[in-house]
């Protein structure tokens, strides 16, 4: 079943009308959420109006990981079954997560300065955040220093997966080293007791994020697979003439 | 004698050839610029060396992966290296452990008077040279990965140390905090160790098999 989605020419068509309804989707929730986030919801009672980059930074976090897991599972089903949808997949999805990876850092460091009193937390979480934004870097500059486009895809899935399994443990370990190195704890954004009226734009807000991914995927996806075609026909070009 | 001792010795003359000096060699002198650069003030310097020499055992590791593989990708040695009759993950092990051999004792023996001269209680030396052989081990499990999939890109510095960084945070990180006793993070640095040693080499097997195509 999975096979039938890997067609190119299938993909081409579906995305035609889905990367629009997608882009209406993310337009129509970011005026919802960014209304929400800046004027519908309550300052926080602690924090003020600061805790309004919440609803910027966490869901680009969320996304950021889940594009990762995204991009490995992608490279892991281009090593597997060879399909090059797959591996087209993998390399428009990781500019866009190391994007909303460094969004989130920025985002993460602006919220800090009020927050926490500085521009920098060595913070469990902004921690290995960094970590994943520089494990995004390490496989867009792989890919981009093989000129071998066939290596490029194949060794830039085996790093995908490598960076796989070091990601957890790079997450626990620097759980660990924050909880080592910092016995008082930073103040806590939300958790689970976080209240309604400010989890209807986090939601919100990650919808959106979500959409603008499906969007900026699906057009970098195109783009790689016209590209593609546009080398393919100009091999076959130079070959009859 | 079976491939893979023949195969080890050979890295093993190679890399002492190479002269395990050079990684060795930055190490110390990093060690020693270090007081140089923060003073001598003892409780400064027990609190700030081990991490210090964390970084520069790191930063020499680094030093070690650009031309582990690129030199026998360059020269043909790595085709020959695929026609023994033994897997490749075995073959790029040897290779990992001979590095480890030439360049991860020397270093983590080197770490003894480092450690001395930066004010670590004598009864912590045993666990610090330990901890820098297995940090060591750590470092060339995954850096063999970087330096397969980077083995056919020129002057790959650069790259190298972008791509192996997410991989040198956990054993950096468990590594600094062992030093000087045979504690959790030892035995947290002992699993990266074990992790980095036993899927490294798989995973960059797998990478020098599409590079040798």
Same mark, same amino acid.
């Given at each position: ?6 067609? +190119?020419?299938?993909?081409m ?8 309804? !997608? ?15 800046l004027?519908?919801? +309550? ?54 997560? $190391? ?12 919220w ?11 913070? $469990? ?7 994943? !934004?520089?494990? !995004? ?19 830039? $899935?085996?790093?995908?997966l ?38 209807? +734009? ?5 919808? $959106?994020?979500?959409a ?20 393919a ?5 130079a070959?009859?003439? | 004698?079976? %491939? ?22 930055f ?12 003073? *001598? ?5 027990e609190?700030?060396?081990? %991490? ?11 030093? *070690? ?47 003894? #008077? ?6 670590? #209680? ?10 820098l ?17 980077t ?5 790959a510095?650069?790259l @190298?140390?972008? @791509?192996?960084l997410?991989?040198?945070? #956990?054993p ?18 002992t ?23």
């Amino acid at each position: 079943m999975i096979s039938s989605f890997a067609n +190119p020419q299938k993909f081409m068509a579906i995305s035609a009308w889905l990367m629009p309804a !997608f882009a209406a989707l993310a337009v129509v929730l970011f005026a919802i959420g960014v209304s929400l986030g800046l004027w519908f919801s +309550p300052a926080d009672y602690q924090q003020g109006e600061s805790v309004r980059i919440m609803y910027v930074h966490v869901p680009a976090a969320w996304w950021s990981m889940a594009i990762y897991a995204m991009l490995a599972l992608a490279s892991f089903v281009f090593l597997v079954w060879r399909h090059t949808l797959a591996d087209v997949a993998a390399r428009a999805a990781a500019p866009i997560g $190391a994007a909303y990876a460094g969004l989130c850092l920025v985002t993460g460091s602006l919220w800090g300065r009020p927050t926490w009193g500085t521009w920098w937390e060595w913070d $469990a979480r902004l921690t290995s955040m960094l970590v994943l !934004f520089l494990t !995004f870097l390490g496989y867009i500059a792989l890919r981009a220093a093989l000129d071998d486009e066939d290596k490029a895809s194949r060794l830039g $899935a085996i790093l995908a997966l490598a960076g796989a399994i070091n990601l957890p443990v790079v997450h626990f370990s620097v759980e660990w080293w924050s909880t080592l190195h910092q016995p008082s704890s930073i103040i806590r954004e939300g958790g689970s007791s976080i209240h309604p009226s400010m989890m209807a +734009p986090l939601f919100t807000m990650a919808g $959106a994020y979500a959409a603008a991914f499906a969007v900026l995927l699906l057009a970098g996806m195109r783009a790689e697979i016209y590209r593609r075609r546009a080398t393919a026909a100009a091999r076959k070009r130079a070959r009859g003439t | 004698m079976s %491939p893979l001792s023949v195969i080890f010795g050979r890295e093993l003359a190679l890399a002492w050839k190479a002269g395990p000096a050079a990684p060795v060699g930055f190490f110390l002198g990093a060690a020693v610029l270090l007081p140089l650069a923060m003073g *001598t003030d003892r409780a400064l310097l027990e609190a700030a060396g081990p %991490p210090l020499v964390w970084v520069a055992a790191a930063l020499a590791a680094l030093m *070690t992966l650009e031309r582990l593989f690129q030199a026998d990708l360059e020269d043909g040695s790595l085709d020959q290296l695929f026609l023994a009759d033994e897997s490749v993950e075995l073959i790029v092990a040897a290779k990992g452990a001979a590095l480890w051999v030439a360049v991860g004792l020397p270093l983590a023996l080197a770490g003894a #008077p480092v450690a001395i001269a930066l004010q670590t #209680p004598i009864e912590g030396i045993p666990a610090v040279v330990a901890g820098l052989a297995l940090g060591m081990a750590a470092f060339i499990g995954a850096g063999l990965v970087a330096a397969a999939v980077t083995a056919s890109v020129k002057r790959a510095g650069v790259l @190298i140390a972008l @791509i192996v960084l997410p991989f040198f945070a #956990p054993p950096v990180v468990f590594g600094a905090a062992a030093t000087g006793h045979f504690g959790a993070p030892f035995l947290l640095l002992t699993g990266c160790a074990l992790g980095a040693v036993s899927v490294g080499p798989i995973l960059a097997a797998a990478a020098l098999r599409l590079q040798a195509e």
